[in-house]
């Protein structure tokens, strides 16, 4: 079985950088991905996909994503329920990342390639500043 995904788009706020009661970052953040057609008013439209990222990539995220900046996302997509406040059962789809990549440039500079995976080594020479 397969449970994959690749999207580019642009992020619609600054990442969200929090951590678990143990200590483990975790960043959210929505991605917005062009479809590839216009509409019947000859517009583009987009989806707005909810991205969850963790550990030393979720820091990452935060520190040198924010509103705007291109993005791409690889990671498997994942459905989970909670009971909402009001005892409803609440459904969420989100894209869990594995691997997200800088795609903007950095202030006055050069485009960024910042991969930042989680079983990626990197050094300073890596960051995107």
Known sequence: MLNR????????????????????AVASFTLAVDRPFKNQQGE???????????????????NYLNKGKLAAVDGRIQVRTYDGQDGQKRWVTEVVAENVRFLSPKEGGAAVGGNFGNDTNFSDDDLPF
């Open 5 to 24: 995904i690749i999207l580019i788009g642009r992020l619609t706020k600054d990442p969200e950088l929090r951590y678990t009661t143990t200590g483990k």
């Open 44 to 62: 583009r439209e987009a989806d707005f996909i909810p991205v969850v990222v963790w550990g030393v990539q979720a820091e990452s995220c935060a």
